[in-house]
């Protein structure tokens, strides 16, 4: 088991930064690619972001790709996301997400998930 919690949501004015953590918690977490989706009210979970175990590979959605930025630390067992030029678009509970194996985009693809952190962005 892997046990995951986000932190690091809240509110910002569109154009803005927030820095989500997930911190991992069980097995070694070094094994596990690490990946960040989200949910807007209404609407499916889509994914944000993967990185592979050794930081090597990374993988953006094209909404986010150029302003959001993955990285992970696995002396520390956390996985973050740098979130910049921020849009109001951006507005949604965020998920960490662990998987053995490649870095996939597919939700149910992931094993392990954390209870998820809201960011909202305003205007």
């Known amino acids: 088991q892997v046990q995951l919690v986000e932190s690091g949501g809240g509110l910002v004015q569109a154009g803005g930064s927030l820095r989500l953590s997930c911190a991992a918690a069980g097995r070694t977490f070094s094994n596990y690619v690490m990946g960040w989706f989200r949910q807007a009210p209404g609407k499916e979970r889509d994914f944000v972001a993967a990185i592979s175990w050794s930081s090597s590979t990374t993988y953006y959605a094209n909404s986010v790709k150029g302003r959001f930025t993955i990285s992970r630390d696995n002396a520390k067992n956390t996985a973050d996301l740098q979130m910049n030029s921020l849009l109001l678009e951006d507005t949604a509970v965020y998920y960490c997400?662990?998987?053995?194996?490649?870095?996939?985009?597919?939700?149910?693809?992931?094993?392990?998930w954390g209870r998820g952190t809201q960011v909202t962005v305003s205007s």
């Open positions: 997400a662990a998987r053995r194996g490649g870095i996939v985009t597919t939700m149910t693809l992931y094993d392990y």
